[in-house]
């Protein structure tokens, strides 16, 4: 607990920046655009409740609102103060509005919205640094401290579970994060199986479970054996007229157990075939929370998927994947109709609707974003952000490209094929009606199929919204005639593919590249805009290219002057940060550099918080070159002085000092080194945890760090593309 605390602050933060420090370089007293004036250290003691609450001028804000947007009242403050513990000893501990937490030269993640707690060693009197903040002004913040277990333990507060259905015979997956609570590496045993667990490190793993569901609802239960001690794990009993039922997956991405929620419809039979509902939820809401406000469906099952976390990635990046993952386990376990796949959001679902129906056209019936945002510069303005001030560099240039895809108007002519249908509430004071009215524009000159249903005395949300009538009416009524397809894209990292095309390479990476589409019976007819190559894999005929007739059959099509077939062809993407995160992934520190560790287990536990997700740390004595070979993992390297086997040592060695890297290792597989001898960089390090693995931020292949990203932000990092070769067969 803090009682009292030292606060200094408002600085005026750039929306969603990193790198920035407020405070670089130390002084006793800053300066802050908000208040006229110096600003210094200034007590702040905390409430009976223990929330510690930052007084605001509010006149002052709705001023700077006006002024700036949005992004003008992203205040952020800094925070120092006395821990109040009885003895020595490691800590569960759960920030309010902190994300991570300063201890000396430790560094500690904590879950930002207080949904789960982090642990760190803590003395009586230890004094812990954090920054608060937030849009809309300073928000009370709250530190809660209490004594962690003295050995590794289950922790209970995060379980991915399923739900069963009576009398059914479950075989699949439930999620189980261990934690070590001790300064020492430990070995524990679940389930016949041995994990590793770093100090202080949590790690959420996959069981497999085979239960027999009892014939009426209720609860049962397995057993987990952790350290050969039975661990009861209950599971609820459900019928499919629950206002939800959970299912877990085992996910490709870092395999992960991840979940999803499900709205079976009226009178279910699986002997029937169903439409589906891929309903996306908004930020702070939880799948099952969104699928219990939706009324059973007569014609669809209705999935709720996860964004990985209540909050996530704005159903971006790991976000998106994890819709399209659970879509894809749900059309393996029910019988779903794919012709009749709708897509559904409400404010940030909104947003995921618009990111997915432009980026993947040719899955979706129609499309429903609801009180939607269409991007988050439209949404939170980013005019404020430090690099923005001081001009723009190649890196910036390049970073800023690297986020096109995102930029869901510029992708708006993919949805000539695809209906939409907007609803719209007029007194919205979340996500401005703007939006609607600007994505109704657009579409309206581009000549689409779409309806904007406007609810003027409505606000953000309203009971019932999911389930408005018109709305539904306009998506089973509207209709695309159009012979003629077309497919956009400025990232095939994201989508590549649509209407039986696969693109392999642009000309030019992160420019906008595809084509339009005719088919007229044996023969296809395509236009390209920046594409080297291509294949139709269940296309068997002549295809007419840019003005070239081919015999087709399955062939990769590939641009010399002029298009010409090719089998066994190896293709050349760029790779980019978040490309080492989107498999199974093992990050390794050197085990001669103290510091390095301690960045591991804070990559591992922010990637468990912020994705749901699965990070296993090694120390780099424990590769040796069979295990290298033998692994399909991908690497995160930690550290100047790792100690590799030659297979990896020798493109180790390739990696400049201060610089964080990818580096292909063959041709499915990766290795990101952050490879940093002078100790000043390593707080840099922490800050690009949150640009490495969460939405918003897309990296190049290599970033060459600078202590001056503290004042200069992105424009202190110089940076740029690698590529990695894969072959079509």
Known sequence: MLDTVLIIGPFLAGVREGFVDYLHPPAEEYR?????????????????????????????????????????????????????????????????????????????????????????????????????????????FKLDVRRAPDTPFIYYGDLTLPDLLVGEAYEGYVGITLANPTLKTVKVKLQGRSYALQPLSFLKVPVRIHVKAPNRPGTTAVDIHLNGRPHR????????????????????????????????????????????VLSLHGAGVKAENRCRNHRPRDREIVVCPTNRRRWGFDWEDWGRMDALEALNDALGKFNVNRRS???????????????????????????????????????????????????????????????????????????????VVILQGGKDDNVPPFHALLASDILSRLGAIYRLVWREERGHWWDGSLDDPELWRWAYRLKVKRKTRRFYTYDLGVSDSAFGIRLLETQTPFYRAGFTLRRSGRTLYLQTENVKSLVIPDFRGKVVIDGDTLAYSGEVLVRYKRWRKMRGYVYRRPVLFRDVFSRPFIIVFSSSEPWSRDVAVFYANAWWSYANGRAPILPDTALNESFVRGNTHNLVIIGSKAKLPPFLDNMYRKVKE???????????????????????????????????????????????????????????LRGGLKFSSHIWR
């Open 658 to 716: 201060g610089r964080v890297e990818v580096v292909p290792l063959t041709y499915d597989r990766l290795m990101l080194v952050e490879k940093v001898a002078d100790t000043a960089l390593v707080p840099l390090l922490y800050s690009l945890v949150p640009s490495s693995v969460r939405s918003v931020r897309a990296m190049p292949s290599w970033i060459e760090l600078d202590v001056k990203a503290k004042l200069f932000g992105l424009n202190a």
């Open 341 to 419: 796949i709708y897509l559904m959001g409400t404010s940030m679902g909104g947003h995921g609707v618009w990111h997915l129906c432009t980026s993947y056209p040719s899955i979706w019936k129609a499309c429903m974003p609801a009180a939607a945002w269409l991007s988050i510069d439209l949404y939170i303005p980013t005019h404020l952000q430090r690099h923005r001030l001081f001009g723009k560099t190649p890196f910036v240039s390049l970073q800023e490209r690297l986020y096109q895809q995102a930029r869901t108007t510029q992708l708006f002519e993919n949805l000539l094929n695809l209906p």
């Open 233 to 276: 794990i209950k599971l609820a009993v459900k019928r499919p007229s629950a206002p939800y039922v959970r299912r877990t997956f085992l996910s490709e991405i870092d395999s992960s157990v991840q979940y999803y929620a499900v709205k079976f419809p009226k009178r279910y039979s699986p002997r029937r075939k169903y439409g589906l």
């Open 32 to 140: 802050s655009p908000v208040v006229p004036g110096p600003i210094v250290w200034k007590p702040l003691p905390a409430d009976t409740d223990g929330y510690f609450r930052i007084e605001v001028d509010t006149a002052r804000l709705r001023s700077l609102n006006e002024e700036h947007g949005l992004a003008g009242i992203n205040l952020l403050y800094y925070v120092k103060g006395a821990v109040r513990v009885d003895t020595p000893g490691v800590y569960l501990v759960r920030g309010r509005r902190i994300g991570s937490l300063r201890l000396q030269d430790h560094r500690y993640a904590l879950n930002y919205y207080g949904d789960y707690e982090g642990l760190a060693f803590l003395k009586p009197g230890d004094t812990v640094r954090f920054a608060v903040g937030g849009l809309g002004g300073a928000r009370p």
